[in-house]
Structure formats: structure tokens, C-alpha cells
């Protein structure tokens, strides 16, 4: 282990997965540099999603494109986005069937809870199984860097998945948000639920944004984070052999 501080150089190794041994051990006991790597983070993720966003509109601006109150020009331009994004599409019609559902009667709370989740979009995933472009704070766990990113309203979330015995898989979430510290989502419920519905387990975010669901069969699931802006929902996790699917 190393007896300085890591450098800026070594601290985005670091974060890439290719620092040396004596600079992660240095990285994982030392506070000072925990808090650079988190800043580095913050910077990095970012900058990620104000490239991303810039392809898909926000959650808000396709309520109001679902809602008819844009106007004609955008609307326009979001129609032909709606008609090439799955993703896009996915969540405007979950947005038509809330406002048609909520026309028609008094809304109930299963309604209200309903209008609050916000159904994350896929932004990128690997080419192969294991690989992606880019960097996230897994390293400091071992793990390699990559990874899929999706984004809900400001939240981009990014989900990696190791395997740790032939049946046995673990996978990795980091929670960012634009407009707050790395920290903010500390405490956060994170639930994983089987593909009909059923939950598998639950766990918290920790300090630094990250959560981890060890001892995973391979499978499709479904992942919630109970954030204050809404239960955040990413469908389709594929873990294993689903990526075969």
C-alpha cells in the first residue's frame, strides 16, 4: 500500500478499474482520497447525463406531450423520437393510461402510487456480456468497469453483473443525480422482484451510492429504487443466462 495520497492520475485508474493493488488498498482506508474518487465520480456521471439527456426528453416533457400541452413544433419532434425509442414509447403509455384511467374516475391511491413510478429508459449496455464503454465506482469492489445505463427524470442508474460461481451472480447498482452530492441516496430502498412480480430481496444505498444483490440465480428481473421523486422501476434485468435470451 502506498504512504501518500494517490494522484489525480491514479485516481481515475482507480475508477477505471487499472490502478495498481497498493493504489486501491491505499484508496479503500483513506478518507481523503474516498472523497476525490467521489467527486471524480460526480464530475464524470454528470457530464454523462447531460450528453444523454440531450437524446431523450425528460419524463416531464413527455407528460406533457402525452397531455397535448406542448407545442406544435416539439410535439412534433418528440413524435418521431417516440416512434424510433422503445424506451420513449414504453413510458408514454404507461403516462396515457394514468391520465385515461384518472379521467374516468376519482383517483385511488394504487393510481396515485402508479403515477409516481418513473419507468427508466435504457441509454447504453454492452456490446458482449461483461463489457462497456466507460467507468464507474465498481472498481474499488474489484469488479470490472462496465455496465447498463438508464436514465428516470434527473436519476441515471448504471447496473453491472459478475459472475461468481457457475449458478451464483452478483449484481451491482450506482444511483447518481445531476443536482446533488454523491451521498444523497444513502438509505435508499432498492428491491429486486422476479419477472411476475414476486420479490426476490431488498437492500439499502450506501455512502457512496452504490448497491450491491449478492447470491443471484440466473434469471430476468425487475429493480426498484424508492427515491423521493418515485419508486424508480428498470425492467428486464437479465442476470446469467438470461443475457442468452
Not at 49 to 57: F, M, S
Not at 124 to 143: H, K, N
Not at 151 to 178: I, M
Not at 220 to 230: D, P, R
Request: overall charge negative.
Amino acid at each position: 500500500m502506498i504512504e501518500r495520497h494517490a494522484n489525480e492520475r491514479e485516481l481515475e485508474q482507480v475508477l477505471a478499474g487499472e490502478a495498481a493493488s497498493e493504489v486501491e488498498q491505499h484508496v479503500l482506508v483513506c478518507s481523503m482520497c474516498r472523497q476525490r474518487i467521489k467527486e471524480l465520480a460526480r464530475e464524470e456521471a454528470f457530464l454523462m447525463q447531460v450528453l444523454l439527456r440531450a437524446v431523450c426528453p425528460d419524463s416531464l416533457e413527455l407528460g406533457e406531450w402525452v397531455a397535448g400541452l406542448l407545442p406544435a413544433e416539439r410535439a412534433q419532434d418528440i413524435r418521431r423520437h417516440v416512434d424510433e425509442c422503445p424506451h420513449c414509447r414504453e413510458e408514454a403509455a404507461l403516462l396515457r393510461e394514468v391520465l385515461t384511467f384518472s379521467s374516468q374516475e376519482p383517483v385511488s391511491s394504487t393510481v396515485a402510487n402508479k403515477a409516481k413510478r418513473l419507468v427508466a429508459r435504457l441509454l447504453s449496455s454492452p456490446s458482449l456480456p461483461g463489457t462497456l464503454p466507460g467507468e464507474v465506482l465498481f472498481a474499488l469492489r474489484g469488479t470490472p468497469a462496465g455496465g447498463w445505463q438508464y436514465q428516470a427524470g434527473t436519476l441515471l442508474v448504471t447496473l453491472d453483473v459478475e459472475r461468481a460461481a457457475p449458478a451464483d451472480y452478483t449484481l451491482f447498482g450506482l444511483v447518481v443525480s445531476d443536482a446533488e452530492q454523491i451521498g444523497r441516496f444513502e438509505g435508499t430502498r432498492v428491491c429486486l422482484k422476479e419477472k411476475g412480480g414476486a420479490e426476490v430481496c431488498s437492500v439499502q444505498v450506501d455512502d457512496l451510492d452504490t448497491f450491491v444483490f449478492a447470491s443471484l440465480s440466473p434469471g430476468t428481473y425487475t429493480l426498484e429504487i424508492e427515491t423521493e421523486e418515485g419508486i424508480v422501476v428498470i425492467e428486464d434485468v437479465k442476470v446469467g443466462n438470461a443475457h442468452a435470451d
